[in-house]
């Protein structure tokens, strides 16, 4: 199985950046896409960023393009969400998300994903 650790996440301003961090372990060589979701409180979980195997392609919401940029390391078997220009509306729990089929393109809900981190805590304060 894949086990996924997430890391990074804390109390920010709003404007400051963040990185967070994803440590997959297990049977890493069955991944293909990753991927960042995040949930606020009260609201469903949303999806935030997905990256192909190879990390060529890369694939955002709306509310984060060209604030945010996921990034993997196949090498270390981690991936990276870095988050710049926080707004208060960014705040929620952050998770990352692994699946070892080989879909056609990232997968965009949280069905297509079989492995999740625990979470790690995003708040932007003003």
């Known amino acids: 199985q894949v086990q996924l650790v997430e890391s990074g996440g804390g109390l920010v301003q709003a404007g400051d950046s963040l990185k967070l961090s994803c440590a997959a372990s297990g049977r890493t060589f069955r991944i293909y896409y990753m991927g960042w979701f995040r949930q606020a409180p009260g609201k469903e979980r949303e999806f935030v960023a997905a990256?192909?195997?190879?990390?060529?392609?890369?694939s955002y919401v709306d509310s984060v393009k060209g604030r945010f940029t996921i990034s993997r390391d196949n090498a270390k078997d981690t991936v990276y969400l870095q988050m710049n220009s926080l707004k208060l509306e960014d705040t929620a729990v952050y998770f990352c998300?692994?699946?070892?089929?080989?879909?056609?393109?990232?997968?965009?809900?949280?069905?297509?994903?079989?492995?999740w981190g625990q979470g790690t805590q995003v708040t932007v304060s003003s």
């Open positions: 998300a692994a699946t070892t089929t080989n879909y056609w393109s990232p997968p965009l809900t949280a069905n297509g994903y079989g492995y």
């Open positions: 990256v192909s195997p190879s990390g060529g392609i890369a």
